[in-house]
């Protein structure tokens, strides 16, 4: 599907294709193993090409419903194809992630973003699932000490840095309470 798919619109860097299972699905997998064990819901955000959410969703089949949120209708509508021929259940959403998170998805277990916005942006988005008990996982490049860094300066949160099984220079954030540090303004 990626490959069919890949020609009509660009969902994964087009050199990365032939390390698919090694840079993308391995990728995406690897995050299950830093879920709680009992995770029920799942949400990713920028959902994209469907990593890490599609793997996650395989994986966890049976045992988790997964919402991928992804605003751009053409990937969307990927998500939706992929999914029914892997034969996964999961909830895809064509909207930003401010209209989902929150709201219509308002608590969930676990919440994922794979390169979609800095650490500080990511908080943001994912707050209201974070701060009603979620982990955050985010997978990171060798810049996230400082993409924590940078968001302490609004958010005070419990971190741990796990290391990427698929690149040695990456981490994924586990994001475990969140909380907004108040304005001095």
Do not use: C, Y
């Not at 009992?38 to 045992?63: E, I, Q, R």
């Not at 490049?141 to 958010?155: F, N, V, Y």
């Not at 419990?158 to 990427?164: C, G, I, L």
Request: aromatic share 4%.
């Amino acid at each position: 599907m990626l490959d069919r798919w890949q020609g009509t619109m660009n969902l994964v860097a087009p050199n990365t294709l032939a390390e698919v299972w090694t840079r993308h699905v391995a990728d995406g997998a690897q995050l299950v193993a830093l879920a709680p064990k009992d995770v029920k819901v799942w949400v990713d955000l920028g959902s994209g090409a469907g990593f890490p959410g599609l793997v996650v969703a395989a994986l966890l089949a049976g045992k988790a419903h997964v919402h991928l949120v992804e605003s751009n209708l053409k990937k969307a509508a990927f998500l939706r194809e992929t999914a029914r021929a892997m034969g996964v259940a999961v909830t895809v959403h064509a909207v930003r992630a401010e209209a989902v998170v929150g709201s219509v998805v308002p608590q969930a277990d676990v919440v994922s973003a794979r390169a979609l916005a800095s650490l500080t942006e990511l908080l943001t988005l994912a707050a209201p699932l974070l701060k009603s008990g979620a982990i955050g996982l985010f997978p990171k490049g060798e810049k996230a000490e400082l993409e924590l860094t940078q968001a302490s300066e609004s958010w005070k949160v419990k971190t741990s840095f796990h290391p990427s099984r698929t690149d040695p220079a990456a981490r994924i954030v586990r994001i475990e309470g969140l909380q907004e540090l108040r304005s001095n303004a």
